[in-house]
């Protein structure tokens, strides 16, 4: 092969790396829903924090206690599987980055920001599960630094035993 060739070729491959190493990391959908109520979470805590909603905030942790424990397992979850031994380095700086950004939004928003919070506590509060927390999230654009793609949905396995071709006639 010539030197060109193997220069393209090397080239190639590396172009493809990137590629290669995003597409083996995605977010499966129980970690989806863990991002999301992280997001939800954190949200409502930069507000507490900043607009003095501590009560409301308190609130909300005492009644999705569970919901958010969940959540951050998952969370977690997701950083062992794809960091493997980096993954708590990687689990804090994604909560680090979280509340910085959300900070950071709420620093933007300025005046505005603590009266949009109040609406955001009350839709938060009637959630009655982790899967509404998770929607109201995405409903409500709150500030996400995930950008790791979904998993693509495995088929289901059938339970039916496959067919036998029909025989040739005679």
Not at 24 to 46: T, Y
Not at 78 to 101: C, M, P, S, V, Y
């Amino acid at each position: 092969m010539s030197p060109s060739r193997s220069f393209a070729a090397g080239l190639s491959a590396l172009l493809l790396l990137p590629s290669i190493a995003s597409a083996a990391v995605c977010v499966q959908p129980a970690e989806k829903v863990g991002f999301d109520i992280r997001a939800l979470q954190s949200q409502l805590m930069v507000a507490a924090l900043s607009c003095g909603q501590q009560d409301d905030y308190n609130a909300f942790v005492r009644k999705f206690q569970t919901e958010v424990a969940g959540a951050f397992r998952n969370v977690a979850a997701h950083f062992r599987r794809t960091a493997g031994a980096g993954h708590q380095r990687e689990l804090d700086q994604f909560i680090t980055q979280l509340a910085n950004g959300q900070s950071q939004m709420s620093i933007a928003r300025g005046s505005f920001f603590c009266s949009e919070q109040a609406p955001l506590f009350a839709a938060a509060m009637t959630a009655t599960n982790a899967a509404e927390l998770a929607q109201i999230s995405v409903s409500r654009q709150v500030h996400q630094v995930l950008t790791t793609p979904m998993c693509p949905a495995t088929p289901p396995r059938s339970t039916r035993p496959a067919q036998q071709p029909a025989s040739a006639p005679r």
